[in-house]
């Protein structure tokens, strides 16, 4: 073992003897610093990063400069101004500046707050505050945070949820559009969206009264779920059979959202507005940030009925902001190439889905890329010792991968990396592809 192994595997062990357990990836790294489309870790190994370090760093590793400078200027102003009793002029831009990439012809209202649970958390009061109904719904293999009240919507593990319940807030959980696994064995488009069908004609015919139903939580694309894409007209047909029953719709764009699939916010990919939306990792910009945005129709909260201690901290606003200026600046242009990156990406994933019998699917939307493993491709078998085996020797050779649902692996790039660093992250994501393809069919 070299002095730097040997150090990397000393703070693993100090970390483990120090942290409650955390669902760490399956390989050694310690991270240092990072720049653009690059991690490395404190032995200077130089990776391609292919997670945006959980969707957080859509706009490059570490930031902009721009970014970090803004962050250090406020930190020599002010840091903390308790937005929840005084006001402060830099949080009012930021949130001008942010809903005006919402969609037109509404009024948008904002609460900060410090994390995607919190965000959730946030919105799933105020649904019940303006629609005074208790209940909720939300999707199988969804994930929306794991604070007590956003774990009673998340639904993708086991290991989330066990030992943790009963969940005080009453919530029904239904299918979504997974097509390549479809609960119904039904395929689209001729199923005729029988996973809708399935909400009208069981839960809100059999489990409680929509009337009761305050709001239905859904991610555009599912993100810790693995990745997963639902059919474009979905949303329409779920949205039309909610606005039929006055239930809100709260589209949680925490990991979807800020640019990820080539929009702003995911769920314009589809055509729908959602009465509540969701933020935060990337919206931070490396810093700790949620944000519910509400549908002004609905008016306002009683004043002390939610509020944050640090929800709109002047350090971590200054660094969003920063960045949100440049996006806004930016956005078509950015659009534009995630889109062409994404179609890239998506082509070369689906290539190797036809050469490799251990990819059963190849999908996404934009540079929110996924590739679902399995041990056989007719009885769609998960292939999860592979999955790790193939994130393993990615890293070994270079390249940072998460794993997401129960055999699939994530990509989620910075959504300006360069294309040649992306064709070559891919390239680094095929070779271990084809030893693992190789291993598995005994070759």
Same mark, same amino acid.
């Given at each position: 073992?070299?002095?730097?192994?040997?150090?990397?595997?000393?703070?693993?062990?100090?970390?483990?003897?120090?942290?409650?357990?955390?669902?760490?990836?399956?390989?050694?790294?310690?991270?240092?610093?990072?720049?653009?489309?690059?991690?490395?870790?404190?032995?200077?190994?130089?990776?391609?990063?292919?997670?945006?370090?959980?969707?957080?760093?859509?706009?490059?590793?570490?930031?902009?400069?721009?970014?970090?400078?803004?962050?250090?200027?406020?930190?020599?102003?002010?840091?903390?101004?308790?937005?929840?009793?005084?006001?402060?002029?830099?949080?009012?831009?930021?949130?001008?500046?942010?809903?005006?990439?919402?969609?037109?012809?509404?009024?948008?209202?904002?609460?900060?707050?410090?994390?995607?649970?919190?965000?959730?958390?946030?919105?799933?009061?105020?649904?019940?505050?303006?629609?005074?109904?208790?209940?909720?719904?939300?999707?199988?293999?969804?994930?929306?945070?794991?604070?007590?009240?956003?774990?009673?919507?998340?639904?993708?593990?086991?290991?989330?949820?066990?030992?943790?319940?009963?969940?005080?807030?009453?919530?029904?959980?239904?299918?979504?559009?997974?097509?390549?696994?479809?609960?119904?064995?039904?395929?689209?488009?001729?199923?005729?969206?029988?996973?809708?069908?399935?909400?009208?004609?069981?839960?809100?015919?059999?489990?409680?009264?929509?009337?009761?139903?305050?709001?239905?939580?859904?991610?555009?694309?599912?993100?810790?779920?693995?990745?997963?894409?639902?059919?474009?007209?979905?949303?329409?047909?779920?949205?039309?059979?909610?606005?039929?029953?006055?239930?809100?719709?709260?589209?949680?764009?925490?990991?979807?959202?800020?640019?990820?699939?080539?929009?702003?916010?995911?769920?314009?990919?589809?055509?729908?507005?959602?009465?509540?939306?969701?933020?935060?990792?990337?919206?931070?910009?490396?810093?700790?940030?949620?944000?519910?945005?509400?549908?002004?129709?609905?008016?306002?909260?009683?004043?002390?009925?939610?509020?944050?201690?640090?929800?709109?901290?002047?350090?971590?606003?200054?660094?969003?902001?920063?960045?949100?200026?440049?996006?806004?600046?930016?956005?078509?242009?950015?659009?534009?190439?995630?889109?062409?990156?994404?179609?890239?990406?998506?082509?070369?994933?689906?290539?190797?889905? !036809? $050469?490799? =019998? *251990? /990819?059963? &699917? @190849?999908?996404?939307? +934009? #540079?929110? %890329?996924?590739?679902?493993?399995?041990?056989?491709?007719?009885?769609?078998?998960?292939?999860?010792? !592979? $999955?790790? =085996? *193939? /994130?393993? &020797? @990615?890293?070994?050779? +270079? #390249?940072? %991968?998460?794993?997401?649902?129960?055999?699939?692996?994530?990509?989620?790039?910075?959504?300006?990396?360069?294309?040649?660093?992306?064709?070559?992250?891919?390239?680094?994501?095929?070779?271990?592809?084809?030893?693992?393809?190789?291993?598995?069919?005994?070759?």
């Amino acid at each position: 073992m070299t002095k730097n192994a040997a150090r990397i595997d000393n703070i693993i062990k100090r970390d483990k003897k120090v942290f409650l357990a955390l669902p760490r990836v399956p390989y050694p790294f310690v991270v240092d610093h990072g720049d653009g489309d690059f991690a490395y870790d404190v032995d200077g190994k130089k990776f391609i990063d292919f997670t945006s370090f959980i969707g957080v760093y859509n706009m490059g590793v570490n930031s902009s400069a721009k970014v970090r400078n803004a962050i250090k200027v406020q930190v020599d102003k002010l840091m903390h101004n308790a937005l929840l009793e005084f006001y402060s002029e830099l949080p009012v831009d930021f949130a001008e500046l942010l809903v005006s990439m919402f969609p037109k012809g509404e009024s948008w209202r904002v609460f900060l707050s410090n994390s995607g649970a919190e965000a959730v958390e946030a919105a799933m009061k105020f649904s019940n505050l303006f629609t005074k109904r208790y209940y909720n719904m939300a999707f199988y293999n969804a994930f929306h945070g794991r604070t007590k009240g956003a774990l009673s919507l998340t639904n993708s593990k086991v290991v989330q949820r066990e030992y943790f319940g009963p969940f005080a807030q009453g919530t029904i959980h239904v299918p979504y559009p997974y097509c390549y696994r479809c609960p119904f064995k039904l395929e689209y488009p001729g199923c005729g969206f029988a996973c809708v069908d399935y909400i009208k004609k069981y839960p809100l015919s059999k489990e409680v009264n929509p009337k009761e139903v305050a709001a239905f939580f859904a991610e555009p694309v599912q993100g810790e779920g693995g990745y997963v894409v639902p059919p474009m007209d979905y949303f329409k047909e779920l949205k039309a059979l909610l606005d039929d029953h006055g239930i809100l719709f709260v589209a949680d764009e925490v990991q979807a959202g800020y640019m990820r699939t080539g929009k702003f916010l995911s769920l314009d990919n589809f055509g729908v507005k959602a009465d509540i939306y969701t933020m935060a990792k990337a919206i931070g910009a490396g810093m700790p940030l949620g944000a519910t945005i509400v549908n002004g129709k609905f008016g306002d909260i009683p004043a002390g009925s939610h509020a944050s201690t640090f929800g709109g901290n002047l350090a971590v606003v200054a660094g969003a902001y920063a960045q949100l200026q440049d996006v806004h600046k930016n956005w078509r242009e950015i659009e534009a190439s995630i889109v062409a990156k994404g179609k890239m990406a998506l082509r070369r994933l689906k290539d190797m889905q !036809e $050469r490799y =019998e *251990i /990819i059963g &699917d @190849a999908r996404g939307l +934009g #540079l929110m %890329l996924a590739i679902e493993l399995v041990k056989n491709k007719s009885t769609k078998e998960p292939a999860t010792k !592979e $999955r790790t =085996e *193939i /994130i393993k &020797d @990615a890293f070994e050779n +270079g #390249l940072l %991968l998460l794993a997401a649902g129960q055999s699939t692996i994530r990509l989620a790039p910075p959504v300006t990396i360069d294309e040649g660093v992306l064709s070559k992250g891919l390239d680094i994501l095929e070779a271990s592809v084809k030893k693992a393809n190789a291993n598995m069919l005994g070759n």
